[in-house]
């Protein structure tokens, strides 16, 4: 039976519906009509199942959230995930409907120059694509971390709120977005901010007498500062210059904040009169605290 047979048949002749045509083409993916209501079934199946993975990943990103992972590359995922579902889709009813099937010939016969054409058109969205799974890979920076780019305008600071297919997003501390390629992303040259230590330094520097050894008066800072509720780590005690007036000895310690080293300057210095003065260490001169924000 021919379209224009089928077409005829569809209405008798007063032009209404025929039912009998109808719910015999209904489920032949060969008729125009079975065609379009099976690509109605694919795309509210493809809807459904779009929805159950993105739903899936929704959950799966809270309980990530929770335990302290880094949601970056889920996230990512699962943007790739919802695009092949459609794909999935797509390839399964044109298996079916045998009017896309006698198109496969025509299709593998043209795919090299289909490649190349499609290739130079999208290669600017193929390679965000890419830089995007290279992004996600490597891992420079994740969601959440703030990092400095440089764009049009000059340098911006900004918050990573999203990796997505095509573009990164970032939140400026004045709530505009960045809408960046990841192309951009994956080629320029970023600062993440957020890998920075943090806190502040605290370095207390102690001249000791010409004849006093160092060693006793370096345990005993290394010691105090270690066991101080304030210090977040001890980067050493070395000395850091000879000279006829003594020895210079300085202790590097690692606080919350500016704020923090003062108070652990004052519990330092008072600590370590005493127990220099109880092990008889001699100190030529204090030349105190200085910090760094």
Request: glycine residues 8%.
């Amino acid at each position: 039976m021919t379209d224009t047979q089928n077409t005829t048949n569809l209405f008798d002749v007063r032009g209404l519906p025929n039912p009998d045509t109808w719910l015999r083409d209904l489920p032949d993916p060969g008729t125009w009509l079975g065609a379009i209501l099976l690509a109605l079934i694919f795309i509210i199946a493809a809807t459904l199942v779009g929805r159950a993975v993105r739903l899936a990943i929704h959950r799966y990103l809270d309980k990530t959230e929770r335990a302290g992972a880094d949601p970056t590359g889920i996230r990512f995922l699962g943007h790739l995930a919802n695009v092949g579902v459609y794909v999935f889709a797509f390839l399964i009813y044109s298996h079916i409907v045998p009017a896309l099937q006698h198109l496969g010939t025509a299709w593998l016969t043209s795919m090299g120059v289909l490649s190349v054409v499609v290739g130079l058109a999208a290669q600017s969205t193929l390679g965000n694509l890419i830089s995007g799974i290279s992004l996600v890979l490597y891992r420079p920076f994740k969601l959440g971390d703030r990092i400095q780019v440089s764009v049009p305008a000059g340098t911006e600071i900004g918050t990573v709120e999203s990796i997505n297919l095509g573009y990164t997003v970032l939140r400026t501390a004045d709530e505009r977005r960045l809408v960046i390629p990841n192309s951009t992303m994956a080629s320029q040259t970023s600062i993440n901010l957020s890998l920075a230590r943090k806190g502040a330094p605290c370095n207390l520097t102690i001249i000791l007498a010409a004849t006093t050894d160092p060693a006793p008066a370096r345990k005993i800072l290394t010691d105090l500062a270690k066991a101080h509720p304030r210090t977040i780590a001890v980067d050493g005690c070395n000395v850091t210059a000879l000279s006829g007036s003594g020895t210079t000895l300085t202790l590097n310690v690692w606080c919350a904040d500016p704020d923090t080293a003062v108070l652990l300057k004052s519990d330092l210095l008072e600590t370590a009169k005493k127990q220099f003065d109880a092990a008889g260490i001699k100190i030529a001169r204090w030349t105190g605290l200085r910090t760094m924000p």
